[in-house]
């Protein structure tokens, strides 16, 4: 045998970005970055880390997020949803009001380990 094993975990992948993005750079980049920032820092961020979801990626305004199941992807995606629901309500949306867009897929991810155990 080589020693190597096959270590195997299920996992889900939250892909998001902020809907209307390039036209909200394109009308206010710095207030949007500025209120993208803050959205981050006060309300997506903490859902993430409350649900045991860890960034893979960031690109601008998406996100890749793994969860350790889809049950706390989705609670994370709903709470986000409602939070920025709740941050948004009574501004317009050319202003800067964002409706996060996402999918969520559930996955094995698997990865070569090596076995130190010797028999």
Known sequence: MSGERVERR?????AADVAGYSRLMGQDEAGTLARLRAHRRELIDPE???H???IVKTTG??????FPSVVEAVAC???????MAERMRGHPRNRGSYS???SIWATSLSRPTTSTATG
């Open 77 to 83: 995606a709903v709470a986000v949803q409602r939070g």
């Open 48 to 50: 993430i880390a409350k």
């Open 100 to 102: 996060g867009s996402g």
């Open 52 to 54: 045991k979801g860890r």
């Open 10 to 14: 299920l996992t889900a992948i939250l």
């Open 61 to 66: 305004d998406g996100l890749l997020i793994e």
